[in-house]
């Protein structure tokens, strides 16, 4: 199973640090895989849900156990240009799941997929059955690996 933090997140929603280099790194620290929001504007790399607000060099995003979010076509193009085979990315819209390019498959919220490739993104929001996921992106990501054995979707306010 992959235990993904959702912009750093681990225990809850917290969006005055969300994406910010330094609280991601404690995500990582503790060998989550972290969902980023990355922009590329201006010939710069940028994380940022709503608009590019921290600036970080593209070796920074390079890390093994990110999953960039393309939040503008220019960053999904200049990662296809740079073709490294260790980044994991996506982007996507309205879709119900989406392709990263490492080959997962990302469900959006309430959308049931039954693959160890997919990964249930927020599945607190609707409760979302994740028995079926190889994957879990979520604000309380810590939850669900320490239930990792006996829980199978839980539902957030």
């Not at 879990?136 to 006996?150: K, L, T, V």
Request: charge should be negative.
């Amino acid at each position: 199973m992959y235990y993904i933090s959702h912009r750093g997140n681990i225990d809850g929603k917290n969006p005055s640090l969300e994406n910010q280099p330094d609280y991601v790194e404690g995500a990582l620290k503790m060998n989550y895989f972290v969902e980023v929001d990355v922009w590329y504007d201006r010939n710069q790399w940028y994380l940022g849900h709503d608009e590019p607000t921290y600036r970080v060099d593209y070796s920074w995003m390079s890390k093994e156990l990110l999953v960039l979010h393309c939040k503008n076509i220019e960053a999904l193009e200049k990662l296809v240009e740079i073709s490294n085979p260790l980044d994991n990315y996506f982007w996507h819209q309205d879709d119900d799941v989406t392709l990263t390019s490492f080959g997962w498959i990302w469900a959006y919220p309430n959308v049931e997929v039954n693959s160890s490739k997919a990964v249930a993104v927020l599945p607190e929001i609707e409760g979302t059955d994740v028995s079926g996921f190889g994957g879990i992106c979520s604000d309380f990501i810590e939850e669900y690996r320490e239930n990792a054995s006996n829980q199978t979707s839980f539902v957030r306010s």
